[in-house]
């Protein structure tokens, strides 16, 4: 089981990045895909998920309103749309999945983990 994540880079604040995270090896279809965050120093933290069928999605209240998480069953993808980007995003991203039927931010309810991808916004 793989879970790939890409689309990190530099921006400056007020700019938008697209993180994409591709799964491999197993159908994710059924489960909740998620993304957190991990700045240097700090613990890793929830920024957003989406329930199996994009119906239901959870944000941070730090990123509610300018992050969208969506996600493509067909192709086993999910992606972090980051708009309004603000130097304290800085942080790596980690997609992950959860196999527990409710949508959650609570880490350790997620049971993979992609290996992360650096997301630097300049002021």
């Known amino acids: 089981v793989q879970l790939q994540a890409s689309g990190g880079g530099l921006v400056q604040a007020g700019g938008s990045l697209r993180l994409s995270c591709a799964a491999s090896?197993?159908?994710?279809?059924?489960?909740?895909m998620g993304w957190f965050r991990q700045a240097p120093g700090k613990e890793r933290e929830f920024v957003a998920c989406?329930?199996?069928?994009?119906?239901?999605?959870l944000y941070s209240d730090s990123v509610k309103g300018r992050f969208t998480i969506s996600r493509d069953n067909a192709k086993n993808t999910v992606s972090l749309q980051m708009n309004s980007l603000k130097p304290e995003d800085t942080a790596v991203y980690y997609c992950?999945?959860?196999?527990?039927?409710?949508?959650?931010?609570?880490?350790?309810?997620?049971?993979?983990w992609g290996q992360g991808t650096q997301v630097t916004v300049s002021s």
């Open positions: 989406i329930s199996w069928n994009g119906e239901t999605a």
């Open positions: 090896g197993r159908t994710f279809s059924y489960y909740v």
């Open positions: 992950a999945v959860s196999t527990r039927a409710a949508v959650t931010g609570i880490r350790g309810r997620y049971d993979y």
